[in-house]
């Protein structure tokens, strides 16, 4: 059984910093691709990056390309998501997210087999 716990979360100012991580067990982590996704509130869950495996491949959804920086330590069974330059639109409960099978990349909830509880970020202005 995946499990997925992230932690990380918290209220920072406009233009601050965060790193989330997210550790992994109950599946081969490093040879599954890994994502983040977040929901705001009212809205529908959305991606945000995945990683590839192997930690080369990465891809990221416009709003935070060139903000955000997706990561994975495989010996650590830890993916993170470095969050730079917030914006208040980033406010949002950020999810970790493991494919349904390993050769997915999960870019879309419909290709997430597992997600993590959650971690709250707020970005105040």
């Known amino acids: 059984q995946a499990q997925l716990v992230e932690s990380g979360g918290g209220l920072v100012e406009a233009g601050g910093s965060l790193r989330l991580s997210c550790t992994a067990s109950?599946?081969?982590?490093?040879?599954?691709?890994m994502g983040w996704f977040r929901q705001a509130p009212g809205q529908e869950r959305k991606f945000v990056a995945a990683i590839h495996w192997n930690g080369v491949s990465t891809y990221y959804t416009g709003a935070v390309k060139g903000r955000f920086t997706i990561s994975r330590d495989n010996a650590k069974n830890t993916v993170y998501l470095q969050m730079n330059s917030l914006k208040p639109e980033d406010t949002a409960v950020y999810f970790c997210a493991a494919p349904r099978v390993s050769t997915l990349i999960p870019s879309d909830p419909s290709t997430v087999g597992s997600w993590g509880q959650g971690t709250q970020v707020t970005v105040s202005s």
């Open positions: 109950g599946f081969t982590f490093g040879t599954t691709p």
